[in-house]
Structures are given as structure tokens and as C-alpha cells.
């Protein structure tokens, strides 16, 4: 079964020179499979599809414009956009079931390092 994750994408619809007057962070949300291990970025990530839904959308759309994700179980890394200018990066873990817990790190590591020594 799978899970379904909504992030904003906050500020999308927004000029740069108005981001750049605001100090905007301008990453955009995304959500990434974690596969296992990398010695350069820390994980290998493969970064999963959404699918942008305007309907919600305000008229410059700056805000209510969503990306959905469907996830398969696993462990994913999630960066979300708070507000205009913060984001938060964690991780989930996605059961059979299609309910979803938010993991730490070592979680993820400690995850990884016992299925591949299985």
C-alpha cells in the first residue's frame, strides 16, 4: 500500500527580484527514495515524481500550488517548505500499511547498514 505526502511550493509564482528582496530560500520541496549509502552526498537518493496540483493555486501562484507524492514502503528524505524562507529536511519511513513515521538519521543509516549485511 502506499502513502501519500502533500508539500506547498511555497513562492513558485513570485518574481526572483521578489524573492531576492525578501531574502526567499528558492528550493523547492522534493521528496527522495533512500537506496543506501554514498561516500560523496551521504545517501544515494532517487528523487521520486509528484504530481503539481494548481487547483488550490492563489492568483499569482506564490501560494496553494501542492505537489502530491505517492510512496512505496521504505525510507525517504523529505525537504519541505515551512514559510518563505525556512525549509525543513528529515526523513520518513513508509510501512506496508501506508501509514508513514518521521525517522532521525541514524535511524536511517542503522536501517540501511542491517539490510545490507542481510
Not at 521528496?31 to 492568483?59: C, N, P
Request: glycine share 10%; proline share 2%.
Amino acid at each position: 500500500m502506499r502513502a501519500t505526502i502533500k508539500l506547498e511550493m511555497i513562492g513558485v509564482g513570485a518574481s526572483e527580484r521578489y524573492r531576492a528582496y525578501l531574502g526567499i530560500n528558492k528550493s523547492k520541496p522534493w521528496v527522495a527514495r533512500i537506496l543506501g549509502l554514498d561516500d560523496e552526498w551521504g545517501f544515494e537518493r532517487q528523487f521520486m515524481r509528484g504530481y503539481t496540483d494548481y487547483s488550490k493555486a492563489s492568483g499569482t501562484g506564490a501560494r496553494g500550488v501542492y505537489v502530491h507524492y505517492a510512496l512505496e514502503p521504505g525510507i525517504y528524505e523529505v525537504n519541505r517548505r515551512m514559510s518563505w524562507k525556512h525549509v525543513r529536511r528529515y526523513f520518513i519511513h513508509v510501512f506496508d500499511d501506508g501509514s508513514y513515521a518521521e525517522i532521525i538519521r541514524e535511524e536511517v543509516i542503522q536501517c540501511l547498514t542491517s539490510n545490507t549485511s542481510a
